[in-house]
């Protein structure tokens, strides 16, 4: 089983839907989490953290679910602007992170 | 302020060549992170550099290995390369006093022949 799994998509919506992606991770002693986005040919820039409460950045909402071992991201109202591949990505006890192989999302006019 | 930068952008080797691929962070940083990233896969961890030491490391061989120097940068070589070697090479840096946040150079392309 890999350490971080991620629908692997591709995801392809309208503008103006709504999408989730959806994470989930083997070492429940995972301390860290974040959404990163990678445009095609590019390096990963952070997206959000990802708290135990969950939080939200305008059109994003991050939810962690620590029993479950999951993690989501909701875009509401996706932009042509939002295609994307997203990674999720886990912090362990100690330095290492592990990414997962990422979701890629189009969104069509 | 420059961003974490990386040389060179791209690189063809043969099999069993050596490559050295280099990475300065970002002013205040002092943590390098080392990153290989096939097509189609997440980026996977190949270890990582706080003061000038290797402070953990992924499932790479030892093939695999690096240096920081005292100015924060850093290198990673790889010795007789392989052509699954052929992958994207990413470094991330730190911000110095533990902020979690990384802050990815843009790579560096190697295609082994």
């Known amino acids: 089983r890999k350490e971080v799994e991620q629908d692997p998509g591709p995801f392809n919506v309208p503008e103006g839907a709504t999408v989730a992606f959806n994470c989930t991770y083997s070492?429940?002693?995972?301390?860290?989490f974040f959404w990163y986005r990678q445009d095609c040919r590019k390096e990963p820039k952070l997206l959000m953290s990802?708290?135990?409460s969950g939080n939200e950045d305008g059109r994003f909402t991050a939810q962690l679910n620590r029993a479950s071992q999951y993690i989501s991201l909701l875009i509401r109202d996706s932009k042509l602007s939002d295609s994307a591949t997203y990674l999720c990505?886990?912090?362990?006890?100690?330095?290492?992170?592990?990414f997962g192989a990422g979701t890629r999302l189009f969104v069509k006019a | 302020d420059a961003g974490v930068t990386q040389s060179p952008t791209h690189l063809i080797k043969t099999r069993g060549q050596q490559v050295t691929l280099r990475c300065s962070p970002k002013?205040?940083?002092?943590?390098v992170s080392w990153y290989q990233q096939a097509l189609g896969q997440g980026p996977q961890f190949i270890f990582q550099?706080?003061?000038?030491?290797?402070?953990q490391r992924g499932n790479f061989p030892d093939r695999f290995s690096g240096h920081q120097f005292p100015n924060y940068s850093s290198e990673l070589n790889v010795n007789a390369l392989l052509l699954g070697d052929s992958a994207l090479y990413l470094c991330?840096?730190?911000?110095?006093?533990?902020?979690?946040?990384?802050?990815f150079g843009p790579g560096t392309r190697l295609l082994v022949l």
């Open positions: 991330a840096t730190r911000l110095a006093g533990g902020e979690e946040t990384q802050y």
């Open positions: 070492n429940s002693a995972s301390q860290s």
């Open positions: 990802v708290y135990s």
């Open positions: 990505v886990v912090k362990t006890g100690g330095f290492k992170t592990i």
């Open positions: 002013s205040g940083h002092d943590t």
């Open positions: 550099y706080y003061e000038e030491e290797e402070r």
